[in-house]
C-alpha cells in the first residue's frame, strides 16, 4: 500500500466515510497561479511581471453564509507601474478569485495592446492613402463635385441678396 497516490494530492474528491464527512467538501486540491501555462503565456506577452503586481485580500460581501463573514476571499490585484487595479469577489475561494482577477486585469492590457495596434493600422493606413496618387478620373469627380458645391453657394447669395 505504500505504491499507492495520495488521494488529497490528485486532486479528486474522496469517498463518503473514507475521511471526516465534514471536510468533504475541502478535499480538492487548487492550482497554483504558475501552474496555469496560458496565464503565464498571456502574462508574458502582455509585459507583466510578478513583481508589478500587488494583491491585498479583504473580506468579501454577499451570499456565502458564514464563509464570507470569516475568509478574506474578495481579491484586488493592482500593477503598480500603470496603476491599473482589478478586483474579484465573484467566488467563495480565493485561489479562484485571484485568477479570475487576474485574467481580468491580463483582459485589460490586452484590450489595450489591441487598441494600440488598430491605431497604429489606421494611421499607416491613413498615410498611405494621403500619399496616393489620384487617377484621371477621381480629379474629375472632386473637380465637378466643387462646382457643383459653388453654384448651390451661388444660388444661395443671389435669393438672399
Known amino acids: 500500500m ?27 486540491k487548487m492550482l497554483p497561479l504558475e501552474s496555469d501555462p496560458s496565464i503565464e503565456t498571456r502574462m508574458r506577452l502582455c509585459g507583466i511581471r510578478n513583481g508589478d503586481l500587488e494583491e491585498t485580500f479583504t473580506r468579501s460581501s454577499g451570499p456565502g453564509g458564514q464563509n464570507v463573514n470569516k475568509v478574506s476571499s474578495r481579491v484586488t490585484i493592482r500593477h503598480l507601474p500603470t496603476g491599473i487595479s482589478v478586483t474579484a469577489s465573484d467566488s467563495r475561494s480565493q485561489s479562484q478569485n485571484r485568477q479570475i482577477a ?60
Not at 505504500?2 to 480538492?28: C, I, M, N, Q
Open 2 to 28: 505504500a505504491d499507492a497516490p495520495d488521494l488529497k494530492s490528485v486532486g479528486r474528491k474522496l469517498p463518503w466515510g473514507f475521511e471526516s464527512p465534514r471536510r468533504y467538501h475541502a478535499r480538492t
Open 102 to 161: 487576474l485574467k481580468r486585469l491580463i483582459g485589460i492590457f490586452e484590450t489595450q495592446r489591441a487598441q494600440k495596434r488598430q491605431e497604429r493600422l489606421a494611421a499607416a493606413s491613413k498615410a498611405r492613402r494621403q500619399k496616393a496618387d489620384r487617377s484621371r478620373a477621381t480629379k474629375r469627380k472632386l473637380v465637378e463635385g466643387k462646382r457643383r458645391r459653388s453654384e448651390t453657394k451661388k444660388l444661395r447669395g443671389q435669393i438672399s441678396g
